[in-house]
């Protein structure tokens, strides 16, 4: 399944509406605007994609500071301009700007979010989609929003390489060649049947529903593995295999089902990017800023919007700005 991202037909017409009204000429400054109320009254679609955009110009400024990156030479270009224009091609220029941005930003937000290893994947799955798979030996993997993996079977080994996102596994009994999940962090061996494997951008998380797994980190093939049983969990990173905790199976299989996130005393980062994987463009926040934010909750993947309205509810002190469906910036202001 091919990942895409495109601009919303009904923004880009709030757009050019926008920039219509600082025409320099006041008859069709009036004829703009007398036809962009008849135009957002026709439709409620159309009056939300218009206040969509006013927001997208309110937080130009700050936007790419708060992405933590450039928008590309064409965007700081325009940037630029901006902040050199007088009042009225001010206004324009920044019109113009929002205009491209929604016409670029999802291109270039897709690029982000998506790598290349992704892209090249065997399997992949687009944010906010579920997609369960039959392999060659009769094993079932179900991925999650934004997930891949790449399978690699023969005569002695089967393999699934987990390249990002999350998947739960339903292993096939077969004695003569064992079932191995692999990521950057480490290498899980299937002794039984059925566990979830995550891969978070610096660590590995496997959660065990059913029989037993025997854990190996990356760097340390030649040790005695980890072996992880039914209820346990265990986090894969940088130093090894840490220590076992305890899980609830029901709850995570059920989760599964039901499409929600279930977290128990988790970062509210990690949260957020669990939320990322299921809606096209980004969360962008500071994980510094964030810092000691903790989360327990059960949130709906099929509808981050909400899931997001949920987290600001129960945490008061955050600030969830929407620039567009593409783009999410989350902060804590400074009081």
Known sequence: MAATASADPLE??????????????????????AGFAAW???DPRHAAAA?????????????????????GPAGAGLAAAVARAPSRARRRALLVLGVTMVLAVPAWLALQHYSPAYLLADIRVASGEWHSRTLADGSRIT???????????????????LVQGEILVDVAHDSRRPFDVETAQGRMRALGTRFVVTRDSDATVLSMLESRVAVRAAHQ????????????????DAAGVGPIEQVDPAAISDAW???????????LSNVLDQLGRQRPGRIVFSRAALDGIRVSAVLPLDDTDRALHLLLTNFPQLRIRTVSRYL????VPKR
């Open 12 to 33: 880009v017409q709030a757009a050019q509406w926008i920039v219509q009204l600082t025409d320099d000429d006041d008859h069709a400054r009036a004829a703009a605007a």
């Open 40 to 42: 957002k009254a026709a």
């Open 51 to 71: 206040a969509g955009m006013e927001r997208l110009l309110a937080q130009l400024d700050g936007l790419r500071d708060q992405a933590g990156g450039s928008m």
């Open 143 to 161: 991925l999650n929003g934004g997930s891949a993996v790449n399978v690699r079977y023969d005569g002695a080994r089967r393999v699934v390489e």
């Open 221 to 236: 093939a030649q040790a005695a593995p980890t072996e992880v049983v039914a209820g346990e969990r265990v986090r894969i």
């Open 257 to 267: 089902r039901l499409h929600q996130l279930v977290v128990d005393n988790q970062p």
């Open 328 to 331: 999410v910036l989350v902060d």
